[in-house]
DNA sequence: ACCAGTTGTTGGTCGCGCCAACATTTAACT
DNA sequence: AGTTAAATGTTGGCGCGACCAACAACTGGT
């Protein structure tokens, strides 16, 4: 390696790459989000925190509604649910009308837990955007979700 | 869940947010990107193909320093690369003057399995961009330049 | 009554990123 | 020169997000 590639780079062919700076921007957007939930979380990870506000946005569900709303695959609901119960944020009772089926619930305390976790993912948001300026952080997420149709 | 949301979608408190946007552009970029390599990449990942670009960039070097070029970890280097020499894409040499350190090269077959990569990412980023009219995808990757720092 | 579909659960895989430990070898410092 | 520090390649492991397959229990449609 005859010069000095400063660490963390990346080959030419790669380092301009519209994908590549989409996996950077991702990296650099997830770890900071990683990075405020173990400080100011409790230990939930980004499953939690869409659980936890699909049931107070839409109420109680099912596991399987849950799933459907939040695109998180049936079995990973099933274990974060049971890391929300244990932690007295959720609540799992059985549907009367179907034997099988669940009924989650927030609780009070779950809620308490959401809207701190809102805080932290509204700095979170902060931190991403900090080196553009507002016109441009609205052009960058206008463009994504024009990307995302 | 009394009214249905379409599958797929999350909750309003999350839907719009930056770090979620940027974790859905990732989810479709390297999709994408997989998909491309897993029909025309020989069944090789991101990071055979990162490597395979900083021999071809920066000419034979250490695993150490292949490392440290890309961002990769040591292990995972090995491990990469062991994969690419058992199919003779690279070659790993003794270095003459230190007992421990490896030279590796691309091969022939390396640069020529690259040149093909190449194709396909370059086909990957059309497909990402593909929403984006030409002007949007130099402000977007303008944008993603400055976000990056 | 039968079959098809749903639900919750268990257990597994994969990619990317990261870390700890270890033997081996080289370089730096006294 | 001798001791210590650092580098190198390797093994094995972890975490997160995202999937998939299979299963028993249950429901609904025909």
Sequence with gaps: MPMDHQPGGAPARVKDR?????????????????AGFEAHGGGLRSYHY?????????????QA???RATGIDRSD????????????LVARSADPAHGR???????????????????VV??????????????????????LAKLLG
């Design 77 to 88: 609901v099933t274990a974060v649910l049971s890391e929300l119960e244990s932690r007295g």
């Design 65 to 67: 509604d849950l799933g």
């Design 50 to 62: 869409r659980l936890l506000a699909a049931l107070e946005e839409w109420g109680p569900a099912s």
């Design 122 to 143: 509204d700095g979170v948001q902060e931190q991403v955007l900090d080196p553009l300026t507002e016109a441009q952080r609205r052009q960058f997420v206008a463009l």
């Design 101 to 119: 089926r669940n009924i989650v619930t927030v609780t009070a305390a779950g809620v308490a837990q959401l809207l701190e976790l809102d805080g």
């Design 18 to 34: 519209p994908t590549w700076l989409i996996s950077r921007a991702f990296a650099r957007s997830s770890g900071l989000l990683a």
